[in-house]
């Protein structure tokens, strides 16, 4: 008769301790190394946002990204922060 082969018992996961454990403002928020950019509220332009960019590039077809993007970033009031490699990529 062959022998079965059977796996050494093991012991269940640990669980942490109530010790170990982040206590404080932001203990149910996960560890990130993100910053969000201190010139806008928001990291990401809004759909509404970038058709205003194109709206502003079919009115203005002869001025370059470079342009667009300065000109955006100077607005008085609010302005959309982005780069000239972004708005490439969704031109």
């Not at 950019?37 to 502003?56: A, E, H």
């Not at 667009?68 to 100077?74: D, K, L, N």
């Not at 922060?81 to 490439?88: G, H």
């Amino acid at each position: 008769m062959p022998e079965t082969l059977k796996r050494k018992p093991r012991d269940p996961p640990k669980t942490m301790s109530a010790k170990r454990r982040k206590i404080g403002a932001g203990a149910d928020l996960p560890c990130t190394s993100a910053q969000l950019p201190k010139t806008s509220s928001r990291p990401n332009l809004t759909l509404s946002d970038w058709i205003t960019v194109y709206s502003y590039a079919d009115s203005h077809p002869d001025c370059t990204q470079a342009d667009i993007v300065q000109h955006f970033s100077t607005l008085a009031t609010g302005a959309l922060i982005f780069d000239q490699s972004t708005l490439s990529c969704k031109l």
